[in-house]
């Protein structure tokens, strides 16, 4: 069982920056790839970032990519998501979830383990 807790989100203007970070309680490092997911209200959950578990590997969603990176820390169960030139239309809850496998995951049905969701706000 892996449990997932995210944590950074806040209120951040429109061209501003957060970190995002999600702590995982078991050892992911070894064969989990992590992904970062979102949802606004009214829509759907959709996909923002995945990570393998080597943490060489990465993916974005189009409506982010040259904005948000994704990284992890091996050392400390830890995957960030760096978070750059915000607009409005990012703000949402945030998801990191886990899977175990080597390759990169973009559907969240393939993902057992989910956090409980971080908040990002963005202001114009």
């Known amino acids: 069982q892996v449990q997932l807790v995210e944590s950074g989100g806040g209120l951040v203007q429109a061209g501003g920056s957060l970190r995002l970070s999600c702590a995982a309680s078991?050892?992911?490092?070894?064969?989990?790839?992590m992904g970062w997911f979102r949802q606004a209200p009214g829509k759907e959950r959709e996909f923002v970032a995945t990570?393998?578990?080597?943490?060489?590997?990465?993916y974005y969603a189009d409506n982010v990519k040259g904005r948000f990176t994704i990284s992890r820390d091996k050392a400390k169960n830890t995957v960030y998501l760096q978070m750059n030139s915000l607009k409005r239309e990012d703000a949402a809850v945030y998801y990191c979830?886990?899977?175990?496998?080597?390759?990169?995951?973009?559907?969240?049905?393939?993902?057992?383990?989910w956090g409980q969701g971080t908040q990002v706000t963005v202001s114009s």
């Open positions: 979830a886990a899977r175990a496998g080597i390759g990169l995951f973009t559907t969240p049905s393939v993902y057992p383990y």
């Open positions: 078991a050892r992911t490092s070894s064969n989990y790839a």
């Open positions: 990570i393998n578990w080597s943490g060489d590997s990465t």
